[in-house]
């Protein structure tokens, strides 16, 4: 079971991370990259997600650190 079964993740979330991302890591703020980042969180692919969701599920700055973590391991383990 995912972390979040059931939500479907609303443009809305996706433009709150872009807003959040075109303050603290601009470079990352465009839709794409901040679904992709939002789906992972639900599916719960990255390590420590679930600890995120259920004591603060409003930091994006964790989920940020902890995305960029499991890109960068995923590049160099295709």
Same mark, same amino acid.
């Given at each position: 079971?995912? !972390? +979040?079964?059931?939500?479907? !993740?609303?443009?809305?979330? %996706?433009?709150?991370? %872009? =807003? #959040? +991302?075109?303050? @603290?890591?601009?470079?990352?703020? $465009?839709? %794409?990259?901040? =679904?992709?980042?939002?789906?992972? @969180?639900? /599916?719960? %692919? !990255?390590?420590?997600? =679930?600890?995120?969701?259920?004591? $603060?599920?409003?930091? !994006? ?8 973590? #499991?890109?960068?391991?995923? /590049? =160099?383990?295709?």
């Amino acid at each position: 079971m995912t !972390i +979040m079964s059931g939500y479907k !993740i609303s443009d809305e979330d %996706v433009d709150g991370a %872009v =807003r #959040y +991302m075109k303050i @603290f890591h601009p470079e990352k703020a $465009n839709p %794409v990259y901040c =679904r992709a980042m939002l789906e992972a @969180f639900q /599916a719960g %692919v !990255i390590l420590g997600l =679930r600890q995120i969701a259920l004591t $603060n599920p409003d930091d !994006i700055e964790e989920l940020y650190e902890k995305y960029e973590a #499991y890109l960068e391991t995923k /590049a =160099r383990h295709p």
